[in-house]
C-alpha cells in the first residue's frame, strides 16, 4: 500500500513506507511524475545561460555556498514535521521551498536545480527513504524546483533590489512550488484512497496560502541577510524556529482530531452492545492498526488471554504459560521497559483495564520491527483502554442483570403456588403460568390491568348460587399501609366455570400512603378444601347409615327379649327378619367401607378375583330377582348369549348397585330400563331411569370415594357414597368399565362394560 502524501509548501510526497508493493497504478503515476522532473530540470538547463544568480553573496565562496546550501537543503528536509491525516495519509511540512527559492535567488539556475535536488538526495539516503518515495519526491521536487526557479529569474529584477518585485517574485515562485506538489499530491490520493482531487486541494488550501506567507517572508528575510547583513544570519533561525513550531502545532492539531476519531470510532463500536469478547477483538484490532503494531494483546484477571497476530485479522488464545501472560502484572499506563517487554518485541506499551476501581486485566501492544513507540501514543491508548473498560463493566453488568432476572423468573415460573406482582393502582405486572393454572385466565390477557378488576370478573357468574362468591371477592380486604401483609381467602370461578378456594397472602408496600408493590402469593387450597369436606361428608354420612340400621334392630332385638315369649310367633318371625336384613346391612355397609379402604391401598379386589364365562342376560335376571318389591318399575331388554368373562359375584354386586341406585335416585312411578347389547369386543349392561339426573360437575365425581350429589346434611336418599366408586374399580379390575351420561330432571344411564369371553365368536 502506498503510505501518502503531501501537500502545500514545503510539502514533502511521501510514498510507501511500508513493505507492501505498491499497485500498478503508483508505479505509472511514479513513473510520469520522474519522466516530468527530468524533462523540467533539462528544459531549465537548456534554457538558462548559465550566468549568476541575481543577488551576490560576496563573503563565501563559489564552493563553500554550494556546500553550505547542499546542507541547508538537507537540514529543511530533514526537520520536516509529520501530519497523519486519516489512515493512509501522511504529510510533511518542511522548509525546503523556502531554501530552493533562496538556491535559485543566489545561484544560477543550473546550480540551483544541482544543489537543490543535491540536498534532496542527501536526505532521502540519511533517512533511508525507500527507492520508490525517492523517485516520487524527486521527481515533484525536480518539477516544481525547475518550475519555481525559471519564474523566480523571470520576475526577478535586474537591478537585484529587495522592493515590492522581489517580493512578487517570490510569493509567485513558492505559489508555483505548493501548487505544483498539491497537484501531484492529489493525484496520487485520487489513486490509492478514492479520494477527489479538488478535495484535497479544498483542504489544504487554507495551509498552503498560509505557508506561502510564511516561506516568503522567511526566505525574503535570511536572503537579505545573506547579502547586506551576514552577521545578522542567526537572527534568521528565530522565525525558522517559529514557522516549525507553527507546522508542529498544526500537525498536534491534526493529531488530536485524529485521536478523537478514533475513540469515536470505537465509541461507535461499543454503542453497537457487542459481548466482552468482541469489544476487546474490536479494540485489539483497532490499536493494532493504530500504531502499525506487530501485536496486541489482551490478558485478564479471569485467566483468558488472547493475541492479535502480525496480519491483524487472526486473533488467538495466548497459553497459559506464555511470557504475554506477564504483562498482567502491569498496573500503570506506560511504555514497557526492556525488561517487561515478552520477546521479540522491540518497543511496547501497556495499558491496565481498571473498572469501578477493580483490575480486570491489560491491553498491551509491541513492535517487533517498525518504529518504537513514544509517550505521545500513550494518550491515544488510554482513552481507548479506558472506553473498553466501561464497556466490560457494562457487559458484566448486563449479564449479572440478566441471570439475576432469569433466576427470578425461574422462580416466578416454576413455583406451585401463583404469583402475581402489582404495581401502583394495583396494575398487574407479573401473573404467574401457576397463577394462570389456578384461575384458567392467561397472563397477556390481565398483565396492565387493574387487580380488583381481574378479581371481580373472576368472580361475577351468572348463576344465582355464584352471586355470593362475586360479592365475597368484591369485598376481599385489601392490603392497607397498617396492615400490609395479609392473608385472605377468596373463592373464585374459572372461565370454564370450575370454583376454585383460594388463599391470597398479601405483601404489599406503600409508600407515603399509596401502594407502590403488592407481591400476592396465591395457594390453590381446592384439593385440601374437597379433602376436608370429603371428610366431614364421611362422617355425616357413615354416622347416619350406621344410625339408620340401629334404631329398628334395637328396638326389635329389646322387643324380643323383653316380650318375645308373648308375641305371635308370626310377628316374631317377622321381627327377627328385620334384625337380620338390618344386621346384614349394617355388615354390607362394614364390608363396603373395607373394601373402599383396601382399592386405596393396594387394589386388592384384584387380587381376589375369580373368572368365569358369565351370561349377561343370566346375571341381569339374578340381580333384578333381589329388588321384588320394585318388579313391576323394572323393565328388562336383553340380547340372549352374550357371554362375558368376569367374577359373577362382583359383576352381580355392580349391576344390582346400578339397579339400586336407579330406583332409589328416581321417582317410584317411573320405570328403570336394565338392558343388554354388544359392543365390539365387549358386552354392555345399559341401566336407565327417568330420575333426577346428575349435574355434569358431578358426572366424574360420583365415582369417587363419598361424593354424594345430595348435601349430607339433609340428604332424603341413604347411602354412603361408596358404591359406584366400588364398582368402577370392579369393572375396571376385570377388564371392563363403568361410565355414566345423565340429564339433570330427564334422567342417567350407567354402562357397564365386561369383556366378551374368548371363546364366543363375533356375532
Ligand atoms: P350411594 O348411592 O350410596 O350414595 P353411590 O356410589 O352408589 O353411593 O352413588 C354415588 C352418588 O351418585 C349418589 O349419592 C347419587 O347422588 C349419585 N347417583 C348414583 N346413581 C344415580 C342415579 N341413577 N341417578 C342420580 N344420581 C345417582
Not at 13 to 29: E, F, I, N, Y
Amino acid at each position: 500500500m502506498v503510505d501518502q502524501a503531501a501537500h502545500g509548501t514545503s510539502v514533502d510526497v511521501v510514498v510507501a513506507d511500508d513493505a507492501t508493493p505498491p499497485g500498478r497504478s503508483v508505479q505509472h503515476l511514479v513513473g510520469v511524475t520522474v519522466g516530468l522532473g527530468v524533462t523540467a530540470v533539462a528544459l531549465a538547463f537548456a534554457l538558462s545561460d548559465g550566468g549568476t544568480g541575481a543577488f551576490k553573496i560576496t563573503w563565501l565562496s563559489g564552493v563553500a555556498l554550494a556546500t553550505a546550501l547542499v546542507a541547508l537543503t538537507t537540514t529543511a528536509e530533514l526537520v520536516a514535521v509529520r501530519v497523519r491525516h486519516g489512515d493512509d495519509a501522511v504529510e510533511e511540512l518542511t522548509l525546503l521551498d523556502g531554501v530552493v527559492l533562496l538556491n535559485t535567488l543566489v545561484l544560477p539556475i543550473r546550480g540551483a536545480l544541482l544543489v537543490s535536488l543535491a540536498g534532496l538526495l542527501l536526505a532521502y539516503i540519511l533517512r533511508r527513504r525507500p527507492v520508490l518515495k525517492m523517485l516520487f519526491n524527486l521527481g515533484v521536487y525536480a518539477t516544481a524546483s525547475s518550475a519555481t526557479a525559471a519564474l523566480v529569474t523571470a520576475l526577478t529584477p535586474a537591478s537585484a533590489a529587495f522592493d515590492a518585485h522581489l517580493m512578487a517574485a517570490l510569493v509567485v515562485g513558492s505559489t508555483a512550488f505548493v501548487v505544483i506538489n498539491l497537484a501531484h499530491m492529489s493525484l496520487l490520493l485520487a489513486i490509492i484512497s478514492d479520494v477527489r482531487p479538488w478535495q484535497v486541494v479544498r483542504e489544504d488550501g487554507g495551509l498552503s496560502v498560509l505557508t506561502i506567507m510564511g516561506t516568503t517572508g522567511l526566505t525574503g528575510t535570511v536572503l537579505v541577510l545573506s547579502v547586506s547583513a551576514p552577521a545578522l544570519l542567526p537572527c534568521a533561525v528565530l522565525p525558522a524556529v517559529a514557522l516549525r513550531y507553527a507546522y508542529r502545532a498544526t500537525a498536534e492539531r491534526y493529531e488530536q482530531r485524529r485521536r478523537s476519531g478514533r475513540v469515536l470510532d470505537y465509541s461507535h463500536v461499543l454503542a453497537s452492545g457487542p459481548t466482552g469478547p468482541d469489544a476487546v477483538a474490536a479494540l485489539l484490532r483497532l490499536v493494532h492498526e493504530e500504531f502499525a503494531a506487530s501485536v496486541a494483546v489482551a490478558v485478564f484477571s479471569d485467566g483468558t488471554a488472547v493475541r492479535l497476530g502480525a496480519d491483524g485479522s487472526t486473533l488467538a488464545p495466548i497459553p497459559p504459560h506464555s511470557v504475554e501472560r506477564h504483562l498482567l502484572e502491569i498496573a500503570q499506563l506506560g511504555l514497557l521497559r526492556p525488561a517487561e517487554l515478552p520477546s521479540a518485541w522491540q518497543s511496547g506499551m501497556a495499558a491496565p483495564i481498571v473498572a469501578e476501581g477493580r483490575r480486570m486485566g491489560t491491553i498491551a501492544i509491541g513492535t517487533e520491527n517498525g518504529p518504537k513507540f513514544r509517550v505521545a501514543d500513550l494518550t491515544t491508548l488510554s482513552p481507548l483502554v479506558s472506553a473498553l473498560a466501561v464497556a466490560l463493566q457494562n457487559s458484566e453488568n448486563v449479564m449479572q442483570l440478566v441471570e439475576e432476572t432469569s433466576k427470578l423468573r425461574a422462580v416466578v415460573d416454576q413455583a406451585g403456588d401463583g404469583i402475581v406482582v402489582l404495581g401502583r393502582n394495583s396494575m398487574i405486572q407479573v401473573w404467574s403460568p401457576a397463577m394462570e393454572r389456578i384461575t384458567g385466565v392467561a397472563g397477556a390477557q390481565v398483565i396492565g390491568a387493574r387487580f380488583t378488576d381481574v378479581l371481580n370478573d373472576m368472580s361475577v357468574s351468572n348463576d344465582a348460587a355464584d352471586t355470593d362468591a362475586g360479592r365475597e371477592a368484591q369485598q376481599t380486604p385489601r392490603p392497607t399501609p397498617v396492615a400490609p401483609q395479609i392473608t385472605v381467602d377468596v373463592r373464585l370461578r374459572r372461565p370454564d366455570g370450575e370454583k376454585r378456594s383460594t388463599q391470597f397472602s398479601h405483601a404489599a408496600l406503600f409508600q407515603d400512603g399509596t401502594l407502590v408493590r403488592d407481591v400476592v402469593i396465591v395457594r390453590d387450597l381446592t384439593a385440601e378444601w374437597r379433602v376436608q369436606r370429603m371428610k366431614s361428608d364421611f362422617i355425616a354420612t357413615v354416622s347416619h347409615e350406621l344410625r339408620t340400621p340401629l334404631t329398628p334392630l334395637m328396638g326389635y332385638a329389646s322387643l324380643l327379649r323383653e316380650r318375645g315369649d308373648l308375641i305371635p310367633a308370626d310377628k316374631r318371625q317377622r321381627a327377627l327378619d328385620v334384625i337380620m336384613e338390618r344386621a346384614s346391612h349394617l355388615a354390607r355397609l362394614v364390608e363396603d367401607l373395607l373394601a373402599a379402604s383396601s382399592i386405596d391401598e393396594d387394589e386388592a379386589p384384584m387380587r381376589t378375583l375369580t373368572s368365569a364365562d358369565t351370561d349377561l342376560a343370566a346375571l341381569v335376571s339374578r340381580a333384578v330377582e333381589d329388588f321384588a318389591s320394585a318388579s313391576t318399575r323394572i323393565r328388562i331388554e336383553a340380547i340372549p348369549d352374550v357371554v362375558v368373562t368376569c367374577d359373577p359375584t362382583r359383576a352381580l354386586q355392580v349391576a344390582g348397585n346400578l339397579i339400586s341406585n336407579a330406583l332409589k335416585y328416581s321417582d317410584a312411578d317411573t320405570t328403570v330400563l336394565v338392558a343388554i347389547d354388544r359392543i365390539g369386543p365387549y358386552g354392555r349392561l345399559v341401566v336407565t331411569d327417568h330420575g333426577h339426573g346428575i349435574p355434569t360437575d358431578d358426572i366424574e365425581r360420583i365415582f369417587d370415594k363419598f361424593h354424594r350429589v345430595e348435601d349430607p346434611m339433609i340428604m332424603s336418599t341413604g347411602g354412603t357414597g361408596l358404591g359406584l366408586f366400588i364398582a368402577r374399580h370392579l369393572a375396571r379390575a376385570m377388564k371392563g368399565d363403568l361410565t355414566a351420561e345423565s340429564t339433570l330432571g330427564v334422567g342417567s344411564q350407567f354402562f357397564f362394560t365386561l369383556p366378551i369371553a374368548s371363546q364366543q365368536p363375533e356375532p
